[in-house]
Protein backbone atom coordinates (compact mmCIF):
# COMPACT_ATOMS: atom_id res chain seq x y z
CA UNK A 1 0.00 0.00 0.00
CA UNK A 2 1.75 3.20 -0.92
CA UNK A 3 1.70 5.69 1.53
CA UNK A 4 3.13 9.32 1.58
CA UNK A 5 3.44 11.18 5.37
CA UNK A 6 4.24 14.70 5.39
CA UNK A 7 5.63 16.30 8.73
CA UNK A 8 7.66 19.11 9.88
CA UNK A 9 4.65 21.92 9.52
CA UNK A 10 4.34 24.95 12.13
CA UNK A 11 3.51 28.19 13.39
CA UNK A 12 6.06 30.42 12.40
CA UNK A 13 6.50 34.49 12.16
CA UNK A 14 6.94 36.33 8.88
CA UNK A 15 11.02 35.77 7.97
CA UNK A 16 11.54 32.51 9.61
CA UNK A 17 12.09 29.29 8.08
CA UNK A 18 10.54 25.64 8.12
CA UNK A 19 11.50 22.38 6.48
CA UNK A 20 8.82 19.51 5.36
CA UNK A 21 9.80 16.10 5.19
CA UNK A 22 8.13 14.05 2.99
CA UNK A 23 8.48 9.98 3.78
CA UNK A 24 7.39 7.61 1.12
CA UNK A 25 6.40 4.02 1.44
CA UNK A 26 5.05 0.89 -0.40
CA UNK A 27 7.23 1.58 -3.06
CA UNK A 28 10.00 2.97 -4.85
CA UNK A 29 9.45 6.50 -6.41
CA UNK A 30 13.31 7.15 -7.82
CA UNK A 31 12.30 6.87 -11.09
CA UNK A 32 9.27 9.34 -10.73
CA UNK A 33 8.64 13.17 -10.04
CA UNK A 34 7.86 14.21 -6.42
CA UNK A 35 6.21 17.30 -6.26
CA UNK A 36 4.96 19.95 -3.00
CA UNK A 37 2.02 21.49 -3.52
CA UNK A 38 0.18 23.77 -1.30
CA UNK A 39 -3.59 24.76 -0.92
CA UNK A 40 -5.05 27.84 1.26
CA UNK A 41 -8.30 28.26 2.12
CA UNK A 42 -10.90 29.33 -0.50
CA UNK A 43 -8.07 29.04 -2.70
CA UNK A 44 -7.55 26.31 -5.76
CA UNK A 45 -4.26 23.77 -4.79
CA UNK A 46 -1.34 25.29 -6.52
CA UNK A 47 2.26 24.20 -7.46
CA UNK A 48 5.35 24.34 -5.33
CA UNK A 49 8.22 22.73 -6.11
CA UNK A 50 9.05 19.05 -7.75
CA UNK A 51 11.68 16.99 -8.85
CA UNK A 52 12.59 14.32 -11.00
CA UNK A 53 16.17 12.83 -11.99
CA UNK A 54 15.41 15.16 -14.96
CA UNK A 55 15.08 19.09 -12.49
CA UNK A 56 13.53 21.02 -10.68
CA UNK A 57 11.24 23.49 -10.99
CA UNK A 58 9.88 26.23 -8.78
CA UNK A 59 6.76 28.53 -8.75
CA UNK A 60 7.70 32.32 -9.58
CA UNK A 61 6.10 32.97 -6.11
CA UNK A 62 8.66 30.51 -4.08
CA UNK A 63 11.70 30.61 -6.45
CA UNK A 64 14.93 31.82 -4.35
CA UNK A 65 13.25 31.31 -1.14
CA UNK A 66 12.37 27.59 -0.82
CA UNK A 67 14.58 24.56 -1.75
CA UNK A 68 13.19 21.06 -2.82
CA UNK A 69 15.36 17.46 -2.07
CA UNK A 70 14.97 14.10 -2.62
CA UNK A 71 16.64 11.01 -1.44
CA UNK A 72 16.39 8.63 -3.60
CA UNK A 73 17.42 5.83 -2.03
CA UNK A 74 15.44 6.28 1.15
CA UNK A 75 12.46 7.55 -0.55
CA UNK A 76 11.73 10.68 1.13
CA UNK A 77 11.73 14.22 -0.26
CA UNK A 78 12.21 17.18 1.88
CA UNK A 79 11.28 21.15 0.81
CA UNK A 80 13.34 23.78 2.73
CA UNK A 81 11.29 27.05 3.25
CA UNK A 82 13.36 30.32 3.87
CA UNK A 83 11.74 33.96 4.13
CA UNK A 84 8.35 32.93 4.61
CA UNK A 85 5.71 35.15 4.39
CA UNK A 86 1.75 35.40 5.81
CA UNK A 87 1.13 34.65 1.79
CA UNK A 88 3.30 31.02 2.31
CA UNK A 89 0.19 30.06 4.85
CA UNK A 90 -1.36 26.91 3.37
CA UNK A 91 -1.79 23.61 3.95
CA UNK A 92 1.27 21.42 2.33
CA UNK A 93 1.18 18.26 0.44
CA UNK A 94 3.76 15.74 -1.30
CA UNK A 95 2.65 13.87 -4.35
CA UNK A 96 4.10 11.71 -6.60
CA UNK A 97 3.37 11.66 -10.94
CA UNK A 98 4.18 8.06 -12.14
CA UNK A 99 3.82 9.41 -15.54
CA UNK A 100 7.80 10.23 -15.67
CA UNK A 101 10.39 12.52 -15.48
CA UNK A 102 8.51 15.49 -16.87
CA UNK A 103 7.85 17.55 -13.68
CA UNK A 104 3.93 18.64 -14.11
CA UNK A 105 2.78 21.75 -12.24
CA UNK A 106 -0.89 20.46 -12.61
CA UNK A 107 -2.07 18.65 -9.78
CA UNK A 108 -4.30 16.54 -11.26
CA UNK A 109 -1.34 14.87 -13.04
CA UNK A 110 0.00 13.71 -9.72
CA UNK A 111 -1.64 10.05 -8.46
CA UNK A 112 -0.24 9.85 -4.50
CA UNK A 113 -0.89 12.44 -2.37
CA UNK A 114 -0.29 12.84 1.62
CA UNK A 115 -2.67 14.12 3.92
CA UNK A 116 -1.04 17.31 4.51
CA UNK A 117 0.69 19.63 7.07
CA UNK A 118 -0.23 23.29 8.28
CA UNK A 119 1.75 25.99 7.51
CA UNK A 120 1.06 29.08 9.18
CA UNK A 121 3.13 32.43 8.66
CA UNK A 122 1.72 34.98 10.85
CA UNK A 123 2.69 38.71 10.51
Known amino acids: QVQLVESGGGLVQAGGSLRLSCAAS????????MGWFRQAPGKEREFVAG??????EYSDSVKGRFTISRDYDKNTMGLQMNSLQPDDTAVYYC??????????????????WGQGTQVTVSS
Open 95 to 112: ATDLTGWFINVNPREYNY
Open 26 to 33: GRSFSLNT
Open 51 to 56: MSRRGI
